[in-house]
């Protein structure tokens, strides 16, 4: 790899670290990077979870260290996630392609609408929420473990909008509880990766280098700003990803 790569790569990990730790969809930056370094699909995907391992485990640090991590009331969600993520990890790639990827930008676009239009609902946190219990959260919960540990990217945003209109979480404290609930279900994904050699562990460190750096930033940065910061970081990256898994910037050419 050329020695200008390098300094790419940790570029691109530092922007998805810093992304994924405020919002989600920082993997929509580095699987691509992966896949152009000549890494198959399978692999990039596998040696993306590297990365977020360790800018996770950046990112639950600082939010537990700034107090607004709660990891007791977050674990029901995380046995929940990890659950979906180790069967989503051994899902072969049999899904269309195309239709997942306009399925997820099509569903950016509801929760962009809805992050617009009823922002009191991402700010302020809802105690009486996270009292109630059902099967349909745990099932929620649950496909997005799937999901995370079948593809990752964007699965930032789906727990957000779950934590924060499900469960009654504030948008800083449920970006605490995200990078909790990620770094539980990466572990058990990261190892069915690796038994199956689908891994660059030499690119996937230096992708966590970056990543780690962003993660500890974007920390410090929600609890300083607040919950109005980190709401307009969401519409930022809901907007983007939204148009490149719908493809909108294709057509604009």
């Given at each position: 790899m050329e020695w200008y790569l390098y300094i790419v790569v940790i570029a691109a990990g530092f922007a998805a670290g810093?992304?994924?730790?405020?919002?989600?969809?920082?993997?929509?930056i580095t699987l691509p990077l992966l896949i152009m370094l000549g890494l198959p699909a399978?692999?990039?995907?596998?040696?993306?979870?590297?990365?977020?391992?360790?800018?996770?485990?950046?990112?639950?640090?600082?939010?537990?260290?700034?107090?607004?991590?709660?990891?007791?009331?977050?674990?029901v969600i995380v046995i929940v996630a990890v659950l979906g993520a180790i069967i989503g990890a051994r899902i072969a790639v049999h899904l269309d392609e195309v239709i997942m990827r306009?399925?997820?930008?099509?569903?950016?676009?509801?929760?962009?609408?809805?992050t617009l239009v009823q922002p009191k609902r991402w700010l302020e946190q809802d105690d009486?929420?996270?009292?109630?219990t059902g099967w349909a959260r745990v099932l929620i919960f649950f496909a997005i473990g799937l999901y995370g540990g079948f593809i990752q990217a964007g699965v930032g945003?789906?727990?957000?909008?779950?934590?924060?209109?499900?469960?009654?979480?504030?948008?800083v404290r449920a970006n605490a509880a995200k990078v909790l609930i990620v770094l539980c279900f990466t572990v058990p994904a990261l190892a069915v990766f690796t038994i199956s050699e689908q891994v660059n562990?030499?690119?996937?460190?230096?992708?966590?280098?970056?990543?780690?750096?962003?993660a500890l930033v974007a920390a410090r940065m929600a609890v300083r700003r607040g919950a109005v910061f980190v709401r307009w970081i969401l519409i930022a990256v809901l907007v983007v990803s939204a148009g490149y898994l719908l493809e909108v910037f294709e057509w604009a050419r």
């Open positions: 810093f992304i994924n730790t405020l919002a989600g969809s920082g993997s929509l399978n692999v990039a995907n596998g040696t993306n979870r590297v990365s977020i391992l360790f800018q996770n485990v950046v990112a639950v640090r600082s939010f537990h260290r700034l107090k607004v991590l709660d990891i007791r009331k977050t674990m306009r399925t997820i930008g099509i569903l950016m676009v509801v929760m962009l609408v809805v009486s929420a996270g009292r109630k945003i789906f727990l957000l909008a779950s934590l924060v209109l499900g469960a009654g979480y504030d948008l562990w030499g690119i996937g460190f230096l992708l966590a280098v970056g990543s780690m750096s962003g």
